[in-house]
């Protein structure tokens, strides 16, 4: 049914890349279209029967879109979808979140609103944990923003992980066009470093995490040794493009020493 009264904009919406994320899905997409209208889904080939109810769940409500793609593609392949449905419908900004419970919904209108007041930055959650977050994965994304800092000179990415985040559209599909990669778990930091490249500057936002566990509805694909390793494969490549770009770097330091907000 429809959401009475959430924001409503025809530049801003709420983009959700979704993959089997199991029924936590239902309360994700409800949570925020309560904030935001509109809410879009893009639907990743999953194959956890979530597609058909949250079909149903738009028929009733004219603020929630769902797209389908008939395979899973990668999380990236999925938001840069979204992403020219939004550009041809006259969007130029899209938050992104996960559709598996993890990131605040709350937070939506506080960072669309900090995004239309600086039109041209991306704005990036920097994740506050709590006791759910597992020990092993916070001390490993200090190493992926360590490189992702190095990679952008300390452009001030506070989090290259978090994929809490508001993008200006047609930069992001700009960077994700001009190459074949970004398109699975690689898509949150490499965005982050390849938009600075772009001289996009990241405003940074904090907001809580939590880490579901199975009882309480949390699903996650992420594979430590796999992920770890297409991590390590995407350092690699930034890190050759970082030399590459490192006098344009330099020089835009120079020029604006401030740094980010």
């Not at 419908?89 to 979140?97: P, V």
């Not at 490499?190 to 940074?204: D, I, K, Q, Y």
Request: proline fraction near 7%; include cysteine.
């Amino acid at each position: 049914m429809p959401i009475a009264n959430p924001t409503h904009s025809p530049t801003h919406l709420v983009l959700i890349p979704s993959y089997n994320p199991g029924p936590k899905v239902f309360e994700t997409v409800a949570s925020a279209r309560a904030q935001w209208n509109p809410v879009w889904v893009v639907v990743d080939g999953s194959t956890d029967g979530t597609t058909a109810r949250l079909q149903q769940m738009a028929q009733a409500d004219n603020g929630l879109r769902v797209l389908v793609l008939p395979q899973n593609q990668g999380k990236g392949a999925a938001v840069l979808h979204g992403l020219d449905e939004a550009s041809a419908q006259g969007f130029t900004h899209a938050l992104c979140m996960d559709s598996d419970g993890q990131h605040p919904a709350a937070l939506i209108g506080t960072f669309m609103q900090r995004s239309q007041e600086h039109l041209g930055a991306m704005v990036l959650g920097v994740p506050v944990f709590d006791a759910s977050a597992p020990a092993l994965r916070v001390r490993g994304r200090k190493i992926s923003n360590w490189w992702a800092n190095l990679e952008t000179l300390w452009a001030g990415i506070g989090d290259s992980l978090y994929g809490f985040r508001v993008y200006p559209i047609e930069p992001l599909r700009a960077v994700m066009r001009g190459q074949r990669w970004m398109r699975r778990f690689d898509f949150d930091p490499e965005a982050a470093v390849r938009l600075c490249w772009h001289g996009v500057t990241p405003l940074n936002v904090p907001a809580p995490v939590k880490y579901l566990q199975a009882h309480e509805g949390g699903v996650s694909h992420f594979n430590y040794r796999r992920d770890n390793l297409l991590l390590s494969w995407m350092h690699f490549r930034l890190m050759v493009g970082f030399v590459l770009r490192l006098p344009l770097l330099l020089m835009r330091r120079w020029r604006s020493p401030s740094g980010a907000r």
